[in-house]
């Protein structure tokens, strides 16, 4: 029995070793789960943070159950709406660059978001985050699965999954932290201000790469 948990151990032990040797051998596939993580670091915190701003900006205490629910539905909406982009646009378009690039409307569209005190503006607004994040996430999948073979595809996504989790919880901790001091419409900002500036360096050293 414990042979059999020492080598299963082992195995798994291998199976991670493989991944990140994979992963360190690829640039694409770094900067995609690098992107990724950064992206959820920054984003998870700010879910909870809607509901502080719908009360204080769009509509306070007596509106804030509707307004709020009627937000994250647009965002499901807008959801849909990216999935269906993401499936026309067509796999030519599947790159870093395609995921910097929507990184950074999406840091634009948070921080006009958090400017925003009319509820219809901050609606559309609040849809196109949906359709940004779900493009996002399908560029993710799709580089990953066009940059790994078999075998490595599941230890790549092994590997960002075991690392996404633990984050979403660390970015919670950190929002929560900063509202107390900051306020919620100030940390969006900051976040917008982060997602941009995350996206600009990536684009600026790709583009030194290629050049050199």
Do not use: W
Request: charged share 10%.
């Amino acid at each position: 029995m414990m042979f059999h948990v020492s080598k299963t151990i082992s195995n798994m032990a291998n199976e991670i070793k493989q991944g990140i040797g994979f992963i360190k051998g690829s640039m694409v596939i770094r900067q995609v789960i690098n992107l990724n993580l950064l992206s959820t670091l920054i984003i998870s915190m700010q879910t909870p943070l809607v509901y502080i701003f719908v009360k204080n900006y769009l509509g306070g205490e007596k509106l804030l159950a509707a307004r709020s629910g009627m937000l994250f539905s647009l965002a499901g909406v807008g959801g849909v709406i990216g999935g269906i982009l993401i499936n026309s646009i067509g796999k030519k378009f599947n790159n870093i660059s395609i995921m910097t690039t929507v990184l950074l409307f999406d840091g634009i569209t948070l921080i006009a978001f958090s400017n925003s005190k009319i509820f219809l503006l901050s609606s559309i607004l609040f849809t196109f985050l949906g359709v940004i994040f779900v493009v996002f996430e399908t560029l993710t999948d799709t580089i990953i699965q066009e940059n790994t073979n078999d075998d490595n595809r599941g230890k790549v996504y092994g590997f960002l999954g075991s690392l996404v989790d633990p984050l979403s919880i660390i970015s919670l901790g950190i929002g929560g932290a900063l509202t107390g001091v900051f306020g919620a419409k100030a940390i969006f900002i900051l976040c917008g201000i982060a997602e941009i500036t995350v996206a600009l360096i990536y684009k600026t050293y790709n583009k030194v790469k290629s050049i050199s």
